[in-house]
């Protein structure tokens, strides 16, 4: 440690001459030109509604919270080309970013992390700060549409489908009432029969039995079809009432409480990681360089140096008096 | 007896590093700094005057000092040795400046260059009466003379081997301030004249590599002494120094 230090302070020139210039050169330039913007905004996760859990079920997420959940979602989604192309269109950066490297800049840039239970903060580096403000609202008002347009074909779908059920149960409904009707004018007897039924009378029909079985099992598969086509409306109605609610809640799910702003000032913690880097090169350059002119020196310098190196004694050794 | 023993060390430290002194007594603070420091020189120097009187063990004793290349501080450190030498030892000691293309030993005690060593070997003066002695009574310094062409050569010749035998018979130690041996010559012969070769080495400058070759360079190697590692420096700072004992 001695020896080293011993050296160190020896080429203290060599050392400190290497390393200023190492390292300030790339500082000053980062400090002057790399200048950072960092815009932010906070968005709230309202955790309190049944739509809320039910899109974490959705999502496998079980009972984790809601920002965490969500939060998985976003960072899918700013890996996703078509979203970042879609924020990309609502900033003034529409129509000028074409390539994907700087597609994937963007993307790099863009991070979303959550900072409570029920917040995520999505953050944006930038150079230009109105445009790291827009990135960031952007993505906020994009992450929030996903999620309604999601909820929104979700809700077609249920609709859709409840509505193919009402659809085939009418057309169940409406041939089990035709063959009723064409049976019952085949056979006028069986008005006699319904009256019977109705009246609980005695009458005579004169209806044979195989007409009263056919009669009967025709007038209860139409009883039958009216009872489902009459669910079917239900359930559709229902769904309905359901998507409505769901669409209602899903708009409120999302609160943006810290709206982006244009940053006033540069970010510094942006500025530590290149002055970090080229304070550790220019360490490792200077002792590098030191260590290098010293190997290469073959003076000798110290008495220790001198008797290991020469084979004769080294009677005194005479310290430097400063102005000799 | 502690007392003593300082006031004995700066009397020391004041005579070795008298010019260098005289300008910074004004500046109190660093005063007690450089004495700390001139303190470790004294202890180094005294380290070497021991092993010299062992090597000597009471017989005259004739040192060569020189070093690979010039600058190196082989003038400086006869000086400082011979002033050593003579307070610590008490020892008749006799500085010569055998450097003939650089001689510096005259401005170190306030002497002129001439008459000197050469005009001692042509013959133009007697060696008693240039030899005097300087602030020391005990310490004599012989100056190089004024070169001429064949300056080298009479160095070399003879004559100067007689001059030495007979200054010996005089003097306890006698110091040669010898050239670089990788500049001139003439070093490796003086060092043949000596008994022994002190090699000076100036720290953080002169290289292995230049050593071995000097060394490679004497006829005699057995002749080498040992190493004066001149101009250490310790460049971690005191407060850091401190912390790391």
Known sequence: MKEFLEVIFRRKRLFIIPFLVIFLIPSIFSFFFLRTYEASALLWVDSDTALSRLALNQTGG???????????????????????ERVVNKTDLKGKVKTARELSKIKARLKAFSVGPNTIKVVYYGRNPVLAKQIVQATTEEFVDWNLEFIQKENAATISFFESQLELSKKKWEESRKALQKFKEKHPETELLEERKLTLSPIKTGATPQVKLEFDRLQKEYEYTSKMLESAIDDLAQAKVTAEVKLYKQKRLFRIIDPPRVPATFSRKKLLLPIAVSFFLALAFSLGLVTFVEWMDQSIKTEEEASKTLDIPVLASIPKISGE | MKNQLENYNRELIEQIYQKERVGEMDMEGKVE??????????????????????IASNKQYTLSISSTLSGEGVTHTSVNLSKAIAQMLMADVLLIDVNLSRPAVHKYFGRSLTPGLLEIIEGKILAENVLKNSELPNLYVLPAGHPTP????????????????ELKSRFNYIILDCPAFLVNADASVLSSFADGVLLVVKAGVTSRELISKALSQLKEREKVIGVVLNEVESYIPEWLSRFLK
């Open chain 1, 62 to 84: 079980g009972g984790s919270l809601p920002a965490a959940r969500y939060l998985e979602t976003l960072t899918q989604l700013l890996e996703s080309r078509t979203f970042i």
């Open chain 2, 150 to 165: 064949d300056s080298s050569k009479l160095i070399r010749s003879e004559k100067m081997l007689f001059l030495l035998e």
């Open chain 2, 33 to 54: 700094k450089k004495v700390s420091k001139d303190i470790e020189v004294l202890e180094e120097y005294k380290k070497l005057v021991n092993f010299i009187q062992f």
